[in-house]
């Protein structure tokens, strides 16, 4: 199976499948191992079971890498907005203010995902209390509004961030993999 897609892998144990059970000499030969009527019926039904598991697991895959891209945008807006005012703001204030170090302008690149939302988080909710600093914002744009919006994109990134259950899936085919393991 290791060079073989999941396609082929299918068809090989479909064709094995309804061999064994339509095959009088093949029928006879499984026969001592308990493969009767009844499991060949079973194997056809755990086969077509599984073939609907991997038409879901592609439709979920396709889902999933859309979410995945539309987070994968979301994020890049949000962190160049970020990126943006903390840079304007550097402009006005140096790394001993009290404002710089109450908005954490001149911390560390945050490159981790959690990493950014909790700075994110914790900037805009304290860049919203700061009039002073918004005033200085007001020329290149940035009004209460704008910024509250920001913070709400901050926040509505974990809503865009697609769930990683594909490893349940691909758990289920290798269950699928191994009860046909006789025919390999």
Same mark, same amino acid.
């Given at each position: 199976?290791? =060079?073989?897609?999941?396609? =082929? ?10 061999? +064994? ?8 030969? /499984? ?5 009767? &009527? ?15 598991? *991997?038409?879901?697991? &592609? ?5 999933? !890498? ?26 006005? %204030? ?11 302008? %001149? ?20 860049? *919203? ?7 200085? /914002? ?10 509250? +919006?920001?913070? +709400? =994109?901050?926040?509505? /990134? ?15 085919? /290798? *269950?699928?993999?191994? !009860? ?5």
């Amino acid at each position: 199976m290791k =060079d073989q897609s999941i396609n =082929d892998f299918m068809e090989d144990c479909r064709i094995k499948i309804y061999n +064994a059970s339509s095959d009088d000499v093949i029928s006879a030969r /499984l026969l001592p191992f308990g493969y009767d &009527e009844a499991k060949h019926t079973a194997n056809k039904t755990i086969y077509a079971d599984t073939v609907a598991l *991997v038409k879901k697991n &592609e439709n979920e895959n396709a889902e999933w !890498r859309t979410a995945s891209e539309l987070f994968n945008n979301q994020q890049k807006k949000t962190r160049k907005d970020f990126s943006q005012i903390r840079k304007k703001l550097k402009f006005y %204030y140096p790394a001993s203010s009290a404002e710089a170090n109450t908005l954490g302008l %001149y911390e560390d690149k945050i490159t981790k995902y959690t990493d950014f939302l909790q700075v994110a988080k914790n900037f805009y909710g304290n860049l *919203v209390g700061m009039q002073e600093v918004l005033d200085k /914002l007001a020329p290149f744009g940035y009004t209460l509004e704008s910024v509250q +919006a920001l913070q +709400a =994109d901050v926040d509505q /990134l974990d809503v865009y961030r697609p769930e990683k259950s594909l490893q349940v899936r691909h758990l289920n085919l /290798l *269950v699928f993999y191994n !009860r046909f393991s006789i025919f390999f």
